[in-house]
T-cell receptor
Framework: DGGITQSPKYLFRKEGQNVTLSCEQN?????MYWYRQDPGQGLRLIYY???????QKGDIAEGYSVSREKKESFPLTVTSAQKNPTAFYLC????????????FGEGSRLTVL | AQSVSQHNHHVILSEAASLELGCNYS??????LFWYVQYPGQHLQLLLK??????LVKGIKGFEAEFIKSKFSFNLRKPSVQWSDTAEYFC?????????????FGTGTRLLVSP
């Protein structure tokens, strides 16, 4: 089945540690995205990538980093510089950046202890 | 910059009641509009979308939305809700004149349908 796989589903981290969230898609989509979802704030864009080896900052990129070395993979690193990292993280993809119709993974919930 | 407002943060309805969730956006150019739904424990999925043409669009599970350009609105409606419609609903807009089109989401509306 085609789709987007995010792992891990739940993750606990101590303050000061970096953590990497995985996102893999087998939809052959060019564009991939990372959103952060907080209660009452909807989804906010962290980073996006239109093609391999290219990515752009979204609205709340501070404290995060990404890479896009392969078309199917778009990992997100939450660094120790992110002041409020506890959140639900959603990865998405789209055929291209043209239509805006996104397909989402099931999300990763990060809790910083 | 684009923005999306969803005025109802929480809505509680009884089964068979009618539903209307408000969505307003601010963007001066051509837009694509979307409603996404997140059922408990499931991933976000597309409910319906508007690109052009008939401003009344129909989606899955009996939902529909009407694009009113003069009001910058894209309200979601369903004539008779079911318990299984309990979910969080997100309106999203994609401005068509901004190069790579980023989808901007509203803050979401949590719908609880009581049996």
């Amino acid at each position: 089945d085609g789709g987007i796989t995010q792992s891990p589903k739940y993750l606990f981290r101590k303050e000061g540690q970096n953590v990497t969230l995985s996102c893999e898609q087998n939809l052959n989509h060019d564009a991939m995205y990372w959103y952060r979802q907080d209660p009452g704030q909807g989804l906010r864009l962290i980073y996006y990538s239109q093609i391999v080896n290219d990515f752009q900052k979204g609205d709340i990129a501070e404290g995060y980093s990404v890479s896009r070395e392969k078309k199917e993979s778009f990992p997100l690193t939450v660094t120790s510089a992110q002041k409020n990292p506890t959140a639900f993280y959603l990865c998405a993809s789209s055929i291209s950046g043209v239509t805006g119709e996104l397909f989402f993974g099931e999300g990763s919930r990060l809790t910083v202890l | 910059a684009q923005s999306v407002s969803q005025h109802n943060h929480h809505v509680i309805l009884s089964e068979a009641a009618s539903l209307e969730l408000g969505c307003n956006y601010s963007y001066g150019g051509t837009v694509n509009l979307f409603w996404y739904v997140q059922y408990p424990g499931q991933h976000l999925q597309l409910l319906l979308k508007y690109f052009s043409g008939d401003p009344l669009v129909k989606g899955i599970k009996g939902f529909e939305a009407e694009f009113i350009k003069s009001k910058f609105s894209f309200n979601l409606r369903k004539p008779s809700v079911q318990w299984s419609d309990t979910a969080e609903y997100f309106c999203a807009v994609n401005g068509m004149n901004t190069g790579f089109q980023k989808l901007v989401f509203g803050t979401g509306t949590r719908l609880l349908v009581s049996p």
